[in-house]
């Protein structure tokens, strides 16, 4: 199962370089070592630019996150929030993408964010579910996730 890993990117990044924070690489870590562990392939673009480090231009990156969400079977989609400035534009592309593709998507919401009433209406366009997720970028969003991606595989198991 190829996974598609959509986040903010910029706003989660040091404001004196293209980079992302330091506590916030030890998520994205245990977020790849969960999705190998679970033998998923996955695309990550903050992986993918090693931290922002090998920060791709505006048309690299546009092309190879279309080509990663046309290859995907599933999105997991962290909008974003206050910590990582606001809903990430780059997200919101990924999602339009997403529901013209019909890929199936599972979109962490906060109880207390306010979203676009467009991101709360995609599963009228795609299959989509909304997940309660209260937390960001931690243990507990991890645990949302794992039980996405073992709900995804049993459903593709028939289980």
């Given at each position: 199962m190829k996974i598609f890993i959509s986040c903010p990117f910029t706003g989660l990044c040091d404001d004196h370089r293209y980079e992302v924070k330091e506590e916030?690489?030890?998520?994205?870590?245990?977020?790849?070592?969960?999705?190998?562990?679970?033998?998923?392939?996955?695309?990550?673009?903050?992986?993918?630019?090693?931290?922002?480090?090998?920060?791709?231009?505006?048309?690299?990156?546009?092309?190879?996150?279309?080509?990663?969400?046309k290859d995907s079977d599933i999105l997991i989609i962290i909008p974003g929030n206050n910590i990582s400035q606001g809903i990430s534009g780059g997200v919101h592309i990924e999602l339009g993408?997403?529901?013209?593709?019909?890929?199936?998507?599972?979109?962490?919401?906060?109880?207390?964010?306010?979203?676009?009433?467009?991101?709360?209406?995609?599963?009228?366009?795609?299959?989509?579910?909304?997940?309660?997720?209260?937390?960001?970028?931690?243990?507990?969003m991890l645990k949302i996730i794992k039980e996405i991606i073992e709900k995804e595989i049993k459903l593709r198991l028939g289980v």
């Open positions: 916030y690489k030890k998520f994205f870590n245990q977020l790849v070592a969960l999705m190998e562990k679970m033998h998923c392939e996955y695309y990550l673009a903050i992986k993918r630019e090693n931290w922002g480090l090998d920060h791709k231009g505006p048309e690299e990156c546009t092309k190879s996150d279309f080509e990663g969400v993408w997403a529901s013209a593709m019909h890929k199936k998507m599972y979109i962490l919401l906060e109880d207390n964010f306010k979203y676009s009433p467009v991101l709360l209406g995609l599963n009228t366009l795609s299959p989509t579910e909304y997940v309660p997720c209260n937390s960001f970028l931690d243990n507990h």
